[in-house]
């Protein structure tokens, strides 16, 4: 079946705009994760949902960065008020319950201006 | 709180040899450690995962070791292709207790000689 799917897959933006990131995960899959990369380092974690609840939060660097899996599917990263320092690679991944290997889609390259 | 060491320089092998890669954490042991292949411009990709109870896992032509004493996890690739080149992650739940929030090394870039 299809695997995790992000869009966009690339998205350029001026400093203080609004984004949205879009992540569809591998159908059934229960739980969902977001990370970001920055060139020439490993994933961070920013949050985590199981179902349609954010089971785990703690990695998203402060309150313009907010998450939502309303039906838990399909999931939004929302970026408020962007600023150079968020460009980055954003990746998503889902994975049948938590513990399960994780899939990743292929990420949104997002650069600010 | 938990830090993760990889080789941070590039390794460069020829076709046929063995790559070793090294994965270091820092504090407690790990419920599990976990190794995974990307490819520039591609998410991570899940290849070996291995418990703390384990001492060594294989899966075709990789295999993975985990040493507690030593805080050190060892990724072997033998009989090495060029299409084996990428950069290698480690991957390791955050806190112990919580293994559902994972850290990871900065990864080591393979590069394997024709």
């Known amino acids: 079946g299809a695997g995790v799917s992000q869009t966009p897959s690339n998205k350029v933006t001026e400093k203080g705009k609004y984004v949205e990131l879009r992540c569809d995960p591998i159908?059934?899959?229960?739980?969902l994760y977001w990370y970001r990369q920055s060139l020439g380092q490993g994933p961070e974690f920013l949050i985590y949902?199981?179902?349609?609840?954010?089971?785990?939060d703690s990695g998203l660097p402060n309150d313009r960065f907010f998450a939502v899996r309303p039906e838990g599917s399909v999931s939004t990263l929302k970026i408020q008020r962007t600023e150079r320092g968020d460009s980055a690679v954003y990746l998503c991944?889902?994975?049948?319950?938590?513990?399960?290997?994780?899939?990743f889609g292929p990420g949104t390259r997002l650069l600010v201006l | 709180s938990q830090k993760i060491e990889q080789n941070s320089e590039a390794l460069n092998i020829q076709e046929g040899k063995t790559a070793t890669l090294t994965c270091n954490y820092t504090?407690?042991?790990?419920?599990?450690l976990q190794w995974y292949r990307q490819d520039p411009g591609r998410g991570p990709v899940f290849l070996l995962l291995i418990r703390e109870n384990e001492k060594e896992k294989r899966k075709e032509r990789l295999k993975v070791t985990f040493d507690t004493t030593l805080k050190q996890s060892l990724f072997h690739i033998t009989a090495s292709q060029p299409a084996d080149s990428a950069t290698y992650l480690c991957a390791l739940p955050t806190d112990a207790g919580n293994n559902r929030k994972l850290i990871w090394g900065l990864g080591t870039s393979l590069a394997v000689n024709p």
């Open positions: 504090n407690y042991s790990p419920a599990y």
């Open positions: 949902f199981q179902g349609t609840g954010a089971a785990d």
């Open positions: 159908s059934g899959h229960t739980a």
């Open positions: 991944a889902s994975s049948l319950s938590v513990m399960e290997t994780q899939y």
